[in-house]
């Protein structure tokens, strides 16, 4: 199954995003060579592990679930945002974002003594996927410029999430993701002998 560790902003701050989202929709050309992601599917990721075996899922939860009770809750919003190339354009992270970018190392280093190999390792970057580029490369400049009074709300992150990715498999266009909670552990929850 094809599994990553993300952190899921709550639907109020999704909202208030999304209708910031509703406004770059409207400019011109918004519709062509992009392919827009829906709310439901929101989230940053932490550390992608692809397809994973089942019976690796059990000691990739047991570390996770370590990494989570040694992470405190944090203060995080949404803010601005930017563009990897012409691929992808993102909303970014603001507040503590120190601790969201040590979340994201302890879930790598989960995936990886659980056995779950990575073809790559980059510096994490906290972003939230708002669009895609079709196959030609798109002109994000203007959704940038847009983004960048977005301010939300702050929240505190109190969980860390195992996510199960399906992708799309009818071949409709704009048919998105489905992402799925496999389970969820409390930031710095109740410690125990081998904490």
Do not use: I
Not at 83 to 97: E, Q, S, Y
Not at 101 to 127: F, I, Q, W
Not at 169 to 193: D, F, K, N
Request: net charge positive.
């Amino acid at each position: 199954m094809r599994l990553f560790a993300a952190v899921l902003p709550p639907a109020d701050v999704t909202a208030e995003l999304g209708a910031a989202v509703d406004e770059l929709r409207r400019l011109p050309g918004a519709g062509d060579g992009l392919r827009w992601t829906t709310r439901p599917g929101w989230h940053f990721t932490l550390a992608f592990y692809g397809e994973v075996g089942e019976e690796l899922v059990p000691e990739l939860s047991v570390r996770l679930e370590r990494s989570a009770r040694r992470t405190e809750p944090f203060p995080l919003s949404l803010r601005a945002g930017g563009r990897f190339g012409g691929r992808a354009l993102w909303a970014g992270a603001a507040g503590d974002v120190r601790t969201l970018r040590l979340l994201a190392d302890r879930a790598v280093a989960a995936g990886r003594r659980a056995g779950v190999t990575r073809e790559e390792h980059r510096a994490y970057r906290p972003h939230l996927t708002l669009a895609r580029g079709n196959r030609e490369p798109a002109d994000l400049a203007p959704y940038v410029s847009a983004l960048d009074g977005f301010e939300g709300r702050t929240w505190t992150v109190g969980e860390l999430c195992l996510m199960r990715s399906r992708l799309p498999a009818s071949g409709v266009p704009g048919e998105q993701p489905r992402y799925e909670a496999l389970a969820r552990w409390p930031l710095g929850g109740p410690r125990g002998a081998g904490g």
